[in-house]
Each structure stands twice: as structure tokens, then as C-alpha cells.
T-cell receptor
Framework: QQKVQQSPESLTVSEGAMASLNCTFS??????FRWYRQHSAKGLEVLVS????GEKEEGRFTAHLNRANLHVSLHIREPQPSDSAVYLC???????????FGKGTSLVVHP | EAAVTQSPRSKVAVTGGKVTLSCHQT?????MYWYRQDTGHGLRLIHY???????EKGDIPDGYKASRPSQENFSLILELASLSQTAVYFC?????????????FGEGSRLIVV
């Protein structure tokens, strides 16, 4: 069964500094990766999807995928206090329509 | 814009009672999901469905039933609610894009079982 682990559990950065979040997965056949954001007491919204090694940018959010290392990361450029939220990594493979989520990284951005 | 609405948004239930959580989507998506979120466990899949009148077990289906009477509606049923089912429940929908799928979530239903 797929295992998805995120680190760090919590992260505090200053406004404008780069924020980097990590996600490792166990199934080497995985090929669908998404980062979601969850503001307090709200549903999740997708930030970026990536399907092949390399990077994918969506505005200030950039995902990096290295399938050989079973690792995908999210980098947030110039984070703002409104980016304070929990960030979740979701991993699935092929025709598997049941993504497995990590436990999340809680990000706090100080003004 | 994608829209998934859940009801109720919050509920207090008595141990042993029946609870029904409802989900309605206007996205015209085939796939619908029920997840629960707990501190320390993240999001875990309870049941999902890819077509009306059919449901599938997720990773933690014990103690839960699901019903998909139409493409738009997907319910989660707790026949005998227990304390361990206190959690926040999220419904989501997605379309079959053939390359994995982006899930569109509702805002969650907070259930407290006492």
C-alpha cells in the first residue's frame, strides 16, 4: 500500500522568504502528483499537478519531481501571510483514481 | 467553477445513533469520494464511487456505508455512530481525465459523537 510522508510537520517563514516543503512516496510506479492547500476549517484546493520528472510552475508555486528518489517538493516563492495553511501532497499511479494523501505540512508566514 | 456542497456542516450525534452526511456536486463529475481527516492521520479514504448506483470501499470502510443514488449525490451513512468516528469528513468529486485526477473538495462536515 502506498505510503506518503511529508516533512517538515510545521514550518515558519518570514514574508518574502522561500518556503520549501517535501513529500516522499513508496510506490515507484506512481506518476500523478498534486499539491493541495487547506486553509483553516476549509476544504482543499489544488495548487499544482506534476506528472513527469522536472519542475512545474503555477504562479508562485513550483513543484519538483524526482521519481528515482521517490521525492516531490513544493516551493513557494515570496510567501505571504495569506499562504498560511496546511499543504498536502497527494500521490496516485496510472489508472488508480484513489490518491493517497500525506499528513500535511502546516505553514505559517509571518509579516 | 467546480462546486461541491456538504450538509450538515456540523453535527453532534449520540453514540449508537444514525448519522447521514450528504454531498452534492454540480461539476458533472463521475467520481465522488468520502474522506475523513483526523489529527495525526491526515486524509483517509472511506468510500468512493465512479458511477451512480455503485460504491466501492476505500481504505477504512468499517463502520460506514455509502450511497450514490445519482451522479450528483453521494451520502455517507454511519448506522451506529461511535466515539471513534468523531472527525471532519470531506466529500470530493473528480472527472476521469485518464491521467489521474484533480479532486474538488467540499468544505467539510465536522462530526462530534458524544
Amino acid at each position: 500500500q502506498q505510503k506518503v510522508q511529508q516533512s517538515p510537520e510545521s514550518l515558519t517563514v518570514s514574508e518574502g522568504a522561500m518556503a520549501s516543503l517535501n513529500c516522499t512516496f513508496s510506490d515507484g510506479t506512481s506518476n500523478n502528483f498534486r499539491w493541495y492547500r487547506q486553509h483553516s476549517a476549509k476544504g482543499l484546493e489544488v495548487l499544482v499537478s506534476i506528472f513527469s520528472d522536472g519542475e512545474k510552475e503555477e504562479g508562485r508555486f513550483t513543484a519538483h519531481l524526482n521519481r528515482a528518489n521517490l521525492h516531490v517538493s513544493l516551493h513557494i516563492r515570496e510567501p505571504q501571510p495569506s499562504d498560511s495553511a496546511v499543504y498536502l501532497c497527494a500521490v496516485s499511479s496510472g489508472g488508480n483514481y484513489k490518491p493517497t494523501f500525506g499528513k500535511g505540512t502546516s505553514l505559517v508566514v509571518h509579516p | 467553477e467546480a462546486a461541491v456542497t456538504q450538509s450538515p456542516r456540523s453535527k453532534v450525534a449520540v453514540t449508537g445513533g444514525k448519522v447521514t452526511l450528504s454531498c452534492h456536486q454540480t461539476n458533472n463529475h463521475d467520481y465522488m469520494y468520502w474522506y475523513r481527516q483526523d489529527t495525526g492521520h491526515g486524509l483517509r479514504l472511506i468510500h468512493y464511487s465512479y458511477v451512480a448506483d455503485s460504491t466501492e470501499k476505500g481504505d477504512i470502510p468499517d463502520g460506514y456505508k455509502a450511497s450514490r443514488p445519482s451522479q450528483e449525490n453521494f451520502s455517507l451513512i454511519l448506522e451506529l455512530a461511535s466515539l471513534s468516528q468523531t472527525a471532519v469528513y470531506f466529500c470530493a468529486s473528480s472527472e476521469d481525465r485518464g491521467r489521474g485526477n484533480t479532486l474538488y473538495f467540499g468544505e467539510g462536515s465536522r462530526l462530534i459523537v458524544v
